[in-house]
């Protein structure tokens, strides 16, 4: 069957306390991995797009990673500014266009 | 500003009525998607339109639900007869084309009293 997991469901880090997402899924046919942030009430907000194995991507504090299975968001020093959900996404061919979102990792950085 | 825009943004009914969303996606974007989420899930996908033709149903798309693309721009959804499990967030995203990120909106939150 098709998934996207996401693991840690929550995560409660210090300031400046980094650490790793994980997204982890099982389609073949893989078109495209989406990292997305998301506040409370608000619609997810891009962060990165990777297309295939060992890409990588930057944005301030955010690295995001890609292998044949899985992907990684990595966090390195954050604030609480980054306190949200991130949730990622795969759109992957199988019978037609398929968009699938795994459930989220809930953060919390604490000053 | 020019991201997506969603309207309303909130909704309460009761048990058994239609309501209708709109969307109204970046004006240069080709495709327009939606989505429903409920509390502590991800985005679970509905349908998306190429212009004005709609490509892509989910299979979880029950027959009360329509969606719309007249002339390419705005989308309409509608979920005629609502149910007490139709409660959730929908979201409505754009993109310029196939490979492109999607751009979202804030949402439609709907309650079903």
């Known amino acids: 069957e098709d998934q996207v997991t996401q693991s840690p469901e929550a995560l409660r880090l210090q300031e400046g306390e980094s650490s790793s997402l994980n997204c982890s899924y099982t389609v073949s046919g893989l078109r495209g991995l989406f990292w997305y942030r998301q506040d409370p009430g608000k619609g997810p907000e891009f962060l990165f797009t990777l297309y295939s194995a060992g890409e990588e991507k930057e944005k301030e504090r955010l690295k995001a990673t890609l292998t044949k299975k899985e992907s990684f968001l990595h966090i390195t020093a954050p604030k609480p500014e980054d306190s949200a959900t991130y949730l990622c996404?795969?759109?992957?061919?199988?019978?037609?266009?398929?968009?699938?979102f795994g459930p989220g990792t809930r953060l919390s950085v604490l000053p | 500003d020019t991201g997506v825009s969603q309207n309303p943004r909130h909704k309460i009914t009761k048990r058994g009525q239609n309501v209708t969303f709109r969307c109204d996606p970046i004006s240069e974007h080709n495709r327009l998607y939606w989505y429903r989420q409920t509390l502590g899930q991800g985005p679970e996908f509905l349908t998306y339109f190429q212009n004005e033709a709609q490509l892509e149903k989910s299979r979880l798309l029950s027959d009360r639900f329509s969606a719309e693309r007249p002339k390419g721009s705005f989308s309409t959804l509608e979920i005629q007869r609502t149910e007490q499990g139709d409660s959730a967030m929908y979201l409505c995203?754009?993109?310029?084309?196939?490979?492109?990120?999607?751009?979202f909106g804030d949402g439609t939150r709907l309650s079903i009293l």
């Open positions: 995203a754009s993109s310029l084309d196939e490979g492109s990120p999607q751009h």
């Open positions: 996404a795969v759109h992957y061919w199988r019978h037609g266009q398929n968009f699938v």
